[in-house]
T-cell receptor, first 113, second 117 residues
Framework: ETGVTQTPRHLVMGMTNKKSLKCEQH?????MYWYKQSAKKPLELMFV???????ENNSVPSRFSPECPNSSHLFLHLHTLQPEDSALYLC????????????FGPGTRLTVL | AQSVSQHNHHVILSEAASLELGCNYS??????LFWYVQYPGQHLQLLLK??????LVKGIKGFEAEFIKSKFSFNLRKPSVQWSDTAEYFC???????????????FGQGTILTVHP
């Protein structure tokens, strides 16, 4: 596969469930990002990892927990979510240490019941 | 706080009409500028970008954008739209913090373009 892939593409979960979103980039990048895309709101940056180190946590509630085990993989662990967390979650990657284009995955459409 | 503003939420055009989508940002420092497009059911794709040099940049599918530093603007244009240009368009700005190891991209709220055949 090429580019940035995300799984699953759709996820429905209850408020007491625990689930994880997965992102993988095949571009040789060393910075990865999680964004949240809600209806009628701008994309919101959630987390940034650069060289596998978290460098940005944009005031995201602790019920979202990111993990970056290596430069190609990024996870978003979800637990005890709220219905207002329903959104499209996008992963992106780029080169670190230089202004660079971010390349986006197709997203995971999350619905919290 | 740094912000990005897109003037129109929804633009409706007929095929062959000219398009201009506005984008303004609030920041006086060095910026890198992007336009992304999201076609129905597809992921965000880069349309064009400005890093330095000629402020008039050309992208894919006949789109272009002009960076006007004095106006803090990066408007997207296309002389003649097609039905296949129906999509949502996002302006994004990389506010260079200088010395950081990543790019904090700030997006506008998006403009939905509907082109009627």
């Amino acid at each position: 596969e090429t580019g940035v892939t995300q799984t699953p593409r759709h996820l429905v979960m209850g408020m007491t469930n625990k689930k994880s979103l997965k992102c993988e980039q095949h571009l040789g990048h060393n910075a990865m990002y999680w964004y949240k895309q809600s209806a009628k709101k701008p994309l919101e940056l959630m987390f940034v990892y650069s060289l596998e180190e978290r460098v940005e946590n944009n005031s995201v509630p602790s019920r979202f927990s990111p993990e970056c085990p290596n430069s190609s993989h990024l996870f978003l662990h979800l637990h005890t979510l709220q219905p207002e967390d329903s959104a499209l979650y996008l992963c992106a990657s780029s080169q670190a240490f230089t202004p660079d284009t971010q390349y986006f995955g197709p997203g995971t459409r999350l619905t919290v019941l | 706080a740094q912000s990005v503003s897109q003037h129109n939420h929804h633009v409706i055009l007929s095929e062959a009409a000219s398009l201009e989508l506005g984008c303004n940002y609030s920041y006086g420092g060095t910026v890198n500028l992007f336009w992304y497009v999201q076609y129905p059911g597809q992921h965000l794709q880069l349309l064009l970008k400005y890093f330095s040099g000629d402020p008039l940049v050309k992208g894919i599918k006949g789109f272009e954008a002009e960076f006007i530093k004095s106006k803090f603007s990066f408007n997207l244009r296309k002389p003649s739209v097609q039905w296949s240009d129906t999509a949502e368009y996002f302006c994004a700005v990389l506010f260079n913090a200088g010395g950081t190891s990543y790019g904090k991209l700030t997006f506008g709220q998006g403009t939905i373009l509907t082109v009627h055949p």
